[in-house]
């Protein structure tokens, strides 16, 4: 084991470089995805080390539950032994799990709430749209999703902003967008320094939608035009105070401003990885390479460890 146990706790750090390069190099989809995999690739990798040092440290603690021959001077001689840090390790480890349950069930709590409460909202079968005042307009996941959105936002913009700001919503829902961003604020719960992955996979699903929306109306100023009013829109009805309705939280605008900008610029590459000689191409190999080394210094510690009992314990 030595000290590899250690490093797909700190390898993360190698993925912060492409955060933003991802963000203004790579297609949206491409960024989203990309983004996502690296963070529950290393997620789950710090969360098993963390086992794996809590079993170490404690496997010498009397009134442990584990095996007697854990215990073993063999063992103790063969793999790392500190019962602080393995005590603190599987006490990180617990919070960790709480942390992410919590998330989760707020997660589907809020969401079986939401769909109860607009069980009977007027409104086709995709589309409900609310009798408020405050501006909004988001997607609730779910078989089937559906897209709300007051009359306060549909009141505020054209005929043709509306049909940018739905066919907005609907990319989130035809894209599963909630599952990248409930991965990743799981993975940044189970290790904080993905938290800036999970801030760039939000900007992205947003980037992405915007994209979509743009193609399914045919016209990029018209889209960057409704995702503006609606921002503005929104911002001064969280101003004036207008914004107290709880079903607007759901609403996620982004980085109006460089969403805007990216619109009125030309359509991303669709190639699904930067080139190599590019700053971000050398960004993605940098992120790809700690995800790769994390998961093998988790696998190479745990292969280790299992070894090592097997080794000691009597069939």
Known sequence: MGFFVFLPLVLPLTALPISRLAEQHLHPRSAARLLTTISVVMAVCSALCLGLLGVVGTAQIPGNPLPDSWSDPEVRAAVPFHEIVGTAALCLLGLLIAACALIAVRHLRIRSRARRALATAPGDLDLAVLPDDSPYAYALPGAPGRIVVSTGMLDSLSCDEREALLAHERAHLANHHHRYLL?????????????????????????????????????????????????????????????????????????????????????????????????????????????????????????????????????
């Open 183 to 315: 991965a990743t604020q799981l993975a940044s719960c189970a290790n904080p320094f993905l938290r800036p992955l999970q801030q760039a996979v939000a900007y992205g699903a947003e980037r992405w939608a915007d994209e979509e929306a743009a193609q399914a109306v045919g016209d990029r100023r018209l889209t960057a035009r409704a995702v503006a009013k609606a921002a503005l829109v929104s911002h001064g009805a969280a101003a004036h105070g207008l914004g107290a309705s709880p079903l607007a939280a759901f609403a996620a605008p982004g980085p109006i401003p460089r969403r805007v900008a990216a619109l009125l610029g030309p359509v991303p590459t669709s190639a699904n990885w930067p080139p190599a000689h590019s700053p971000a191409g050398l960004a993605a190999m940098v992120a790809a390479a700690g995800a790769a080394a994390s998961a093998l210094s988790a696998l190479n510690a745990a292969v280790a460890l299992l070894l090592v009992l097997k080794a000691v314990t009597p069939l």
